[in-house]
């Protein structure tokens, strides 16, 4: 499937105490994907941040299904992590460079998770700083063609954060040999890259909270 999802969750904007309510992620996590917080896992990392890791990996894969199914309503409970594992000796570090570009993830450092919704299994690949986590998924589970970048902005106004990371990811394309990429969105908006006024079926997905952006696209994808 020609598609692309990520989520990116600025973790000091999120509000803990509510978080870890169960009226509020009662709505987020099934109860089978509650259980998946277990031993040695709380000693690492906190409740609310395993509540937004899995709303990350939700809203990634609803992304990456949306392109195609523009009606899909996002019910978060209704996109069920199945599988989520964590590199041997996980700890959370501070993000300490202003951005980071690469392509793939580190099996030592990534989280892998398994998604299933309806007839579709989907594949997650997430990171978790102090500040923010992001989440990426696939339709298989390799992300060795997946690009993806993370970003920290001065600005957290809305048009700001979407200027900042269409150019991110741009320039990351044109670093890769496009003369003119130019990113819109589509009738249902769903991000689109375009080349010389012609789309280019390269699938992007952008996103941003707070005072941060990050987009994922895979070359892989391409017809």
């Known amino acids: 499937m020609i598609s692309a999802g990520n989520d990116i969750v600025a973790l ?31 000693e690492a990392v906190p409740f609310e941040i395993f ?18 199914n523009p009606a899909l309503l996002f019910t978060p409970v209704k996109f069920e ?18 951005e980071i570009e690469a392509v793939g993830f580190a099996d030592d ?6 998604l299933r919704f309806g007839e579709y299994t989907l594949y997650s690949r997430s990171l978790i700083y102090n500040e923010l986590l992001l989440s990426t998924v696939n339709d298989n589970d390799s ?19 979407s200027a900042t990371v269409r150019d991110f990811s741009l320039n990351r394309l044109k670093e890769l040999g496009f003369k003119n990429p130019v990113i819109s969105k589509n009738g249902h908006g769903v991000p689109v890259l375009m080349e010389g006024g012609e789309e280019i079926k390269i699938p992007v997905s952008l996103s941003h909270h707070d005072y ?12």
């Open 12 to 42: 000091t904007a999120i509000n803990a105490a509510r978080t870890k309510q169960p009226e509020f992620y009662s709505k987020i996590l099934s109860p089978a994907e509650k259980s998946l917080y277990q031993a040695p896992l709380p």
């Open 51 to 68: 509540v937004w890791l899995l709303w990350s990996v939700k809203e990634s894969a609803y992304k990456f299904l949306q392109r195609h």
């Open 81 to 98: 992590v199945k599988e989520l594992h964590f590199p041997t000796g996980f700890t959370i570090n501070n993000f300490n460079v202003g």
């Open 109 to 114: 450092f990534a989280i892998k998770s398994t």
């Open 143 to 161: 992300f060795d063609d997946v690009y993806w970048g993370i970003k920290a902005i001065d600005n957290a106004d809305n048009e700001i954060q």
């Open 212 to 223: 941060w952006v990050a987009y994922a696209f895979s070359l892989n994808k391409a017809e």
